[in-house]
């Protein structure tokens, strides 16, 4: 079992950029693939960045792809997503989730663990 908590989270003007961090609880962090998903008001959960276990590349959407930036560090049980460039589209609701077997999957319905989610608004 592994607990998820977002930070990092906050208000930027256009152009501008954040850091996420998901800290997670566990022992056994270093074997989770792990997601980044944000939801912006009305529409569907979107898949924004994976990351495989062994910390092998990750992937983005085509929307961040250039922009964003996923990383782990697995001696402190914690994944980053660097975003750059940031757009008031860009303004969502951010969750890491992790799971065991999917790969770094873009499928939400392939993770088993999320976070509560941190906000990000960019003004324009």
């Known amino acids: 079992q592994v607990q998820l908590v977002e930070s990092g989270g906050g208000l930027v003007q256009a152009g501008g950029s954040l850091t996420l961090s998901c800290t997670a609880s566990?022992?056994?962090?270093?074997?989770?693939?792990m997601g980044w998903f944000r939801r912006a008001p009305g529409k569907e959960r979107e898949f924004v960045a994976g990351?495989?276990?062994?910390?092998?590349?990750?992937s983005y959407s085509d929307s961040v792809k250039g922009r964003f930036t996923m990383s782990r560090d697995n001696a402190k049980n914690t994944v980053y997503l660097q975003m750059n460039e940031l757009k008031p589209e860009d303004t969502a609701v951010y969750y890491c989730?992790?799971?065991?077997?999917?790969?770094?999957?873009?499928?939400?319905?392939?993770?088993?663990?999320w976070g509560q989610g941190t906000q990000v608004t960019v003004s324009s």
């Open positions: 566990g022992r056994t962090f270093d074997r989770y693939n």
């Open positions: 990351i495989h276990w062994m910390g092998r590349g990750a």
């Open positions: 989730a992790a799971d065991m077997f999917n790969n770094g999957s873009p499928d939400p319905g392939r993770y088993t663990h």
